[in-house]
């Protein structure tokens, strides 16, 4: 007997049965067709509802070991209200539960790695804030912007001694074979000063801020941010000194810089 002759002769047998025995039967045969297929209209539900409702970024920033009890909620609202930005048509990410210790590389930290990664490569994240030496660490990877293509002269200037310079030539030194052959070898030369530091950055989570005077090459890639009443009303960065710099190839730079003095006020 076909597929089709047994079904048609399941509603003869069905036909002047009361509805109870007809749905029993409907249960007992398609519960899990009907389970399978309520669960796959819940998901496309949820899944077209989430689209609608979510809304653009004005900006999403980064802010590594600012302390796990800080409010992203209450710097997100700040910025929103200082950007003067319409609630209605965008919301804001500003990350503070992330954390990330490049002398201890377990799987958090590579997994904060990674996800920082990733989101700059998909031109996803604007700003990225960190104590001294992490945010060394991400600058030595060439990931923020050159604020002399940001700002102006004078706009620079206003920032006084906040403005934080990495060595264009420790920059060339991280993205060198020899660094690669020290990190492999766990070795380092002592008379470069570069491979000192980069060790003690490593080894030790320290990273001294070289006046940039004594660089070959200054580039300023960050605002420091030790003075910041927003940073310390939320009680962020309590013991560290933050530094934030613009990703480079953020995609809401006019957002990105009223970040940037939203914070430095």
């Avoid at 990330?100 to 799987?107: A, K, L, V």
């Avoid at 030539?169 to 766990?186: H, K, L, P, R, V």
């Avoid at 989570?205 to 660089?215: A, L, N, V």
């Amino acid at each position: 007997m076909s597929i089709y002759e047994e079904i048609r002769d399941q509603q003869k047998k069905l036909k002047d049965k009361d509805f109870k025995t007809k749905w029993n039967y409907f249960w007992d045969y398609y519960k899990v067709h009907v389970i399978i297929g309520l669960i796959a209209l819940i998901a496309i539900i949820l899944t077209v509802r989430s689209f609608i409702l979510t809304k653009p970024n004005a900006i999403y920033a980064v802010m590594l070991n600012s302390g796990y009890e800080v409010s992203a909620q209450d710097l997100e609202s700040g910025y929103m209200e200082y950007a003067n930005v319409d609630r209605s048509e965008y919301s804001c990410l500003i990350d503070t539960s992330s954390s990330f210790d490049q002398t201890h590389i377990d799987q958090m930290t590579l997994a904060t790695s990674q996800k920082i990664m990733a989101n700059v490569a998909a031109q996803e994240i604007d700003a990225l804030g960190a104590d001294v030496p992490t945010f060394a660490y991400y600058a030595a990877q060439d990931v923020f912007m050159d604020l002399r293509t940001v700002f102006s002269e004078d706009e620079l200037k206003a920032f006084g001694d906040d403005i934080f310079y990495i060595d264009g030539a420790y920059m060339d030194y991280i993205a060198s074979d020899e660094y690669q052959t020290d990190i492999m070898d766990g070795e380092y030369n002592k008379d470069n000063k570069y491979a000192v530091i980069a060790h003690e950055a490593m080894t030790e989570g320290k990273f001294d801020i070289i006046p940039k005077e004594e660089m070959e090459r200054p580039i300023p890639i960050g605002i420091i941010m030790k003075d910041s009443a927003v940073l310390k009303t939320t009680g962020a960065y309590e013991s560290n000194i933050p530094v934030v710099g613009i990703i480079g190839n953020t995609t809401r730079l006019d957002n990105t810089i009223t970040f940037i003095n939203y914070l430095h006020k």
